[in-house]
């Protein structure tokens, strides 16, 4: 194991042949774990993690029509009616996974299986952050509850095909709060240590002053570290305990058609409660 600019770490073994609770309890504790060079299938991006995780399915114009764990993150049109996978070709400001569902997604894993080298993908280690927080502030921190209310075109401009996808298959399980009200500082459900839940651009009411100042220590650069994909990388990356973003995938302002670009993605919990 490596550990990569600024924070998360590297494996450089075969996925397959791992034995990842090791990784489990690096995902945990760095955000992001990167695996480069996977020559691996759907089912196999699937299974290596099955034992380790539960995983989320739906039933969505773009969810990989063997796998229904996968869901097809990619600029590319997949369908008649001409509409582009997950997060299309957008740009997606810093956010966590599913911050309105009350159970969450943990643990989002994505595996390259055609890149574009232009577009990278950042990712913030909140806990490293929340370590070097003044007590004072940790303090305040604990003692704040905050609101969180999805709002669209605050991370990244939604399409209605999109929204609908997300929002129907949460709705159905009974799993999406429009408010969500919550504790700004919980408990981690693997390691139970205290971290910093931090989706800030669905924090409806919150004291404002307190999250300026925690947005610009979290995003410092110590505690960030970008991505630029190849084929075959594997990311797994915790959605407690960090941020991450994306570039737009979109270079017709140069004058140059979009390339395509294509990540498997599935979202699951940790298996150990
Ligand atoms: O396309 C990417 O690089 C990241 C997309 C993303 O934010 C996600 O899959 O949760
Ligand atoms: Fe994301």
Request: with cysteine.
């Amino acid at each position: 194991m490596k550990y990569l600019d600024n924070i998360g770490v590297e494996f450089e073994e075969n996925i397959l042949k791992k034995d990842l609770t090791e990784v489990m309890k690096c995902i945990a504790n760095e955000e992001v774990v990167v695996f480069r060079e996977q020559d691996i299938t759907a089912k196999q991006f699937v299974d290596v993690l099955r034992p380790y995780v539960k995983y989320s399915n739906a039933n969505h114009w773009c969810t990989h029509p063997d796998h229904p764990e996968i869901f097809r993150v990619t600029n590319k049109k997949i369908d008649d009616e001409g509409r582009m996978g997950f997060f299309g070709d957008g740009e997606l400001d810093w956010h966590c996974n599913s911050p309105l569902n009350e159970k969450h997604e943990e643990i989002v894993a994505l595996y390259c299986v055609e890149p574009d080298e232009t577009c990278h993908t950042s990712f913030c280690n909140i806990r490293k952050a929340w370590n070097d927080l003044p007590e004072d502030i940790q303090e305040k921190c604990r003692k704040s509850s905050i609101v969180l209310r999805f709002k669209n075109n605050t991370i990244y401009d939604y399409k209605e095909y999109e929204l609908r996808g997300a929002l129907d298959s949460n709705e159905k399980r009974g799993n999406y709060i429009p408010k969500r009200i919550t504790k700004m500082v919980k408990n981690h459900p693997y390691t139970g240590e205290e971290y910093l839940y931090f989706p800030y651009a669905f924090y409806h009411k919150c004291d404002e002053d307190l999250v300026e100042y925690l947005k610009d220590f979290v995003l410092q650069d110590k505690y960030v570290y970008h991505h630029q994909w190849k084929k075959g990388d594997v990311l797994l990356f915790d959605q407690l305990i960090g941020l991450h973003r994306r570039t737009a995938i979109d270079l017709k302002s140069v004058g140059k058609p979009n390339k395509p670009r294509e990540l498997y993605r599935t979202v699951s919990w940790y298996n150990s409660w």
